[in-house]
T-cell receptor
């Protein structure tokens, strides 16, 4: 296993275009997260999946953003009608949380991918 | 919602010196995690602290979890150029479903 993979690594697009990012998590991980990071800031939570179910979305997430994890393996993050403010690094992370650990919220250590950098012109 | 704050935002350190960076949460945490992001890289997990007052060491790095489980610190001794990067603390929400990251402390080392 080579860790968490993200594609593409860089995307330059014009305002108003749609973009899609893909994330392949560590195969035995059941949780997958999307974060956004802008220069000089910490990662900002966007959404997460437990297997194929999307369990939480940030209230800051615009309706233009949609994420899927159709078979509980890879995930896609689509941004429609991109705006210049969408320019950021989009980070995917995965983790494994066993049933026995769910009462213990501390078990969720994230492994991040290298990220997909989006530039909207 | 939960907020995690880190100070200082920037830390300029002379090589060989010690420094400490601090992390404070607006809510009590079940655990706290620390990550390091090298320039141009992605966050990489360093350590997790769970118990009140817990102290863990990784070579020259010492991590501490506060007694009230609302704050944490990272102390680096004899700073080296390999310590350059941004150090983030992160804590889980009440349901333990996501990590909220602080803004990070960016460490710059002067040789």
């Amino acid at each position: 296993d080579t860790g968490v993979s993200q594609d593409p690594r860089h995307k330059i697009t014009k305002r108003g275009q749609n973009v899609t990012f893909r994330c392949d998590p560590i195969s035995e991980h059941n949780r997958l997260y999307w974060y956004r990071q802008t220069l000089g800031q910490g990662p900002e939570f966007l959404t997460y999946f437990q297997n194929e179910a999307q369990l939480e979305k940030s209230r800051l997430l615009s309706d233009r953003f949609s994420a899927e994890r159709p078979k509980g393996s890879f995930s896609t993050l689509e941004i429609q009608r991109t705006e210049q403010g969408d320019s950021a690094m989009y980070l995917c992370a995965s983790s494994y949380l066993a049933l026995r650990d769910r009462a213990y919220s501390g078990a969720n250590v994230l492994t991040f991918g290298a990220g997909s950098r989006l530039t909207v012109l | 919602g939960q907020q995690v704050m880190q100070i200082p935002q920037y830390q300029h350190v002379q090589e060989g010196e010690d420094f400490t960076t601090y992390c404070n949460s607006s809510t009590t945490l079940s655990n706290i995690q620390w990550y390091k992001q090298r320039p141009g890289g992605h966050p990489v997990f360093l350590i997790q602290l769970v118990k009140s007052g817990e102290v863990k060491k990784q070579k020259r790095l010492t991590f501490q979890f506060g007694e009230a489980k609302k704050n944490s610190s990272l102390h680096i001794t004899a700073t080296q150029t390999t310590d350059v990067g941004t150090y983030f603390c992160a804590g889980p929400g009440a349901a333990g479903n996501k990590l909220t990251f602080g803004g990070g402390t960016r460490v710059l080392v002067k040789p």
